[in-house]
């Protein structure tokens, strides 16, 4: 497949995925969330990748949102399969077995924010801008940001932020506690790239099992949650990392792990 609006650099087992829509601030159409799957597609079934950075072209805009152009003239029928089809492209990201990191690196507004908030873990360079201002157009968050927005930061900022449709800066942003880092543009792929190697350099099948248990646990009563994590718990021990790590520390020496 060509890829006209997304491009991906595989380097040392990270993926950096790249939104590229200059002309609109990187905003996503029907054409670049079906690359942005296709890309999602091949950093799974690529055993080299073990993480992912998603960010945005320019040092503008991460994501300015959904395209207002191409929404514009759909009919509710096509919005309803817009929405889903990007839910079902963001679940993805959630969903990939590999730690995926958003460095937002400019306005992730809307289904913007919305990209960032589906991945693991959100580092801003100090110029980002985050929002949902869908409601000054007359619509609401359709990329599950009335979902995920309130599960990040609490029921009360997300309805404030998704009311008012303010955009609020990197600082507020880290202080609500919806990114946890801000670095200077010129180093947030860098930092990301050593947020995806510190996290390589640990067990990646605990990893991949620390994912599926926050995720499912997050959906769930405390008591289902705690069952979820003895099952993965449990399962980490048919596995050659957890012999190696224990053995490595037992015989004070730094572990290598091999994913198996
Ligand atoms: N879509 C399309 N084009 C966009 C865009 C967007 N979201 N954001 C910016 N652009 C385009 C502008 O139209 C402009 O194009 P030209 O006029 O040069 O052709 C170019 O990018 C540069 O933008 P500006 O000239 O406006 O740049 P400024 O620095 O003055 O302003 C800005 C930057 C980010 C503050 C401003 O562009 C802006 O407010 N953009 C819109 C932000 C926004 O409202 N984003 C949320 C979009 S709504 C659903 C599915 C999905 C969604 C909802 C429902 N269902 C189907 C139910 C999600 C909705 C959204 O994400």
């Known amino acids: ?36 799957e296709c890309l999602l597609n091949s ?18 805009a991460f994501v ?4 207002i152009a191409e929404m514009s003239k759909m009919t509710p029928v096509e919005a309803k399969k817009f929405s889903e089809f ?28 919305e990209l960032s908030m589906a991945c693991d873990i959100r580092i801003a360079s100090k110029n980002a801008k985050f929002g949902q201002p869908e409601v000054g157009l ?16 609490g029921t009360s900022k997300a309805k404030e932020l998704i009311f008012t449709g303010d955009m609020i800066n990197a600082e507020e942003a880290y202080n609500i506690g919806l990114v946890s880092k801000v670095v200077e543009q010129s180093e947030l792929i860098n930092e990301a790239k050593k947020i995806a190697q510190k996290i390589m350099s640990k067990g990646q099948l605990a990893i991949k099992l620390a994912k599926e248990a ?36 037992l015989e004070k020496r730094t572990p290598k792990f091999e994913g198996k």
Do not use: W
């Not at 990007?86 to 924010?113: D, M, T």
């Not at 007359?138 to 930061?153: A, M």
């Not at 959906?219 to 980490?236: P, R, S, Y």
């Open 86 to 113: 990007g839910q079902h492209v963001f679940r993805e990201i959630e969903l990939l077995s590999k730690p995926v990191i958003a460095a937002v690196n400019g306005f992730a507004l809307g289904g913007g924010c």
């Open 64 to 67: 300015a949102g959904a395209d």
């Open 1 to 36: 497949m060509d890829y006209k609006n997304v491009s991906l650099k595989k380097e040392d087992g990270i993926a950096l995925i790249t939104i590229e829509r200059p002309k609109a601030l990187n905003a996503l159409n029907y054409e670049t969330l079906k690359e942005l």
């Open 214 to 249: 926050i995720n499912k646990g997050i959906e769930t009563d405390i008591d289902t949650g705690n069952t979820i994590e003895a099952d993965a718990f449990a399962l980490c021990f048919s596995t050659n990392d957890q012999k190696e790590g224990m053995g490595a520390f």
């Open 43 to 60: 950093a799974r079934n690529d055993e080299e990748i073990k993480a992912v950075i998603i960010t945005g072209g320019g040092e503008k």
């Open 138 to 153: 007359g619509i609401i968050p359709g990329f599950s940001g009335t979902q995920r927005l309130p599960r990040l930061v």
